[in-house]
């Protein structure tokens, strides 16, 4: 698929199927989220995959909604800040790093197949304990990952020249 036709395609999916994602897909998706740039190459997150049969519970304590867990898979997204690299104002990029690497991971999916949907409204905490995450490692973004049981609803975005602007604000 050219990448136009990709960034169209892909949307947040809330309905997924039951069927396992194939080994090479998730490989694919995991090494498009490796490949992301991060500020001086740190690489500062981390993924940790989820299998959803075997943590209902604690799923449910990170995001209630039911569609967040019936995918076969979540996918964790989680920052190291001590390890990111910081501008001179002190601005730590650990959180821009991240999602980087997230908006890869979804991206790739797409391309082959796999419904996302990327979810920052979860309870922190119980992400912390439901994946016993050291102190120093903050959880970013979450999302399942399997085949869409829903179809794509039209996408509402703000028009082009709503968003950019030339030479200065």
Not at 35 to 55: E, K, S, Y
Not at 113 to 122: D, M, P, R
Request: charged letters at 25%; a positive charge; proline letters at 8%.
């Amino acid at each position: 698929m050219e990448f136009s036709e990709l960034i169209e395609a892909r949307y947040s999916v809330r309905a997924y199927k039951p069927d396992p994602v194939e080994e090479e897909k998730l490989e694919y998706v995991l090494q498009a989220a490796r490949l992301a740039p991060t500020a001086a190459n740190r690489q500062p997150f981390q993924i940790i995959v989820i299998r959803t049969a075997d943590q209902q519970a604690g799923l449910r304590r990170i995001y209630r909604r039911a569609w967040f867990r019936s995918a076969p898979l979540v996918i964790g997204v989680c920052s190291q800040p001590k390890r990111a690299w910081s501008r001179k104002d002190g601005m730590s990029y650990h959180v821009v790093d991240a999602t980087i690497a997230m908006d890869h991971l979804i991206l790739a999916a797409a391309d082959v197949g796999l419904g996302t949907c990327w979810v920052g409204a979860f309870d922190p905490t119980a992400a912390r304990e439901t994946l016993e995450l050291p102190e120093d490692v903050e959880p970013i973004a979450f999302t399942p990952l399997g085949y869409p049981a829903d179809s794509p609803k039209a996408k509402k975005r703000k028009p082009l020249e709503g968003l950019v602007r030339w030479e200065r604000w």
